[in-house]
């Protein structure tokens, strides 16, 4: 009998775990910034500007969704500011996200927020979560959206912090710079279709 249950235990984890990933490292690097849907992004942020990721075209656009409330988005905010100065003159851009409503959050509450955090991205309002919700069904909050030079989407979206800011910085820098990198790929392909 114990043997039974340990046969059946073990196939549940081998089925939740399922088969190794065949993809080469090439494979995954294209798969890991293979445009997605035409999502978009329209927010005002607080400086009274409207954001518009559709007309942000030239720059890889990494967006995050926080709250005020939200202790690891906090962590996360140190780490999107260290990776701006980082990736400063190189063409990156970063904005940050409230989903909270006005009830939750006021404009100048959240302005404290950002003052208080000495914040140099922009920081936009998404009240009624409606650009958040073409990125995530859940609200587990930070969620970091990526868009390339285009100005497409490009999947997947990254949801949670972690631990470590260190990893999570490594982790966002590893998706911008392959972004980076296939824009630098594609320009030479053109470049050398032209001659």
């Excluded at 955090?117 to 936009?124: E, G, Q």
């Excluded at 009624?128 to 930070?142: D, G, H, L, N, W």
Aim: positive net charge; hydrophobic residues 40%.
């Amino acid at each position: 009998m114990m043997r039974k249950r340990l046969t059946i235990l073990l196939l549940l984890l081998c089925a939740c775990v399922g088969p190794a990933n065949p993809l080469s490292a090439q494979e995954k690097e294209r798969a890991a910034v293979a445009p997605e849907a035409t999502s978009v992004i329209k927010l005002k942020g607080l400086d009274g500007k409207l954001y518009d990721t559709s007309s942000m075209r030239g720059e890889v656009l990494v967006v995050s969704f926080g709250a005020t409330w939200c202790t690891p988005c906090t962590w996360e905010l140190v780490a999107i500011e260290e990776l701006k100065v980082e990736y400063a003159g190189k063409p990156v851009k970063f904005l940050w996200v409230s989903i909270e409503d006005e009830k939750q959050t006021s404009d100048n509450l959240l302005r404290h927020y950002a003052k208080q955090r000495r914040l140099t991205i922009p920081v936009l309002r998404d009240p009624k979560a409606t650009a958040f919700s073409q990125f995530s069904s859940s609200t587990r909050i930070p969620v970091v959206v990526f868009f390339d030079q285009e100005g497409r989407h490009v999947a997947p979206v990254h949801r949670g912090m972690s631990p470590e800011i260190s990893e999570y910085k490594k982790l966002v820098r590893s998706r911008v710079d392959a972004l980076l990198k296939t824009r630098e790929t594609e320009k030479a392909g053109a470049k050398a279709v032209a001659r």
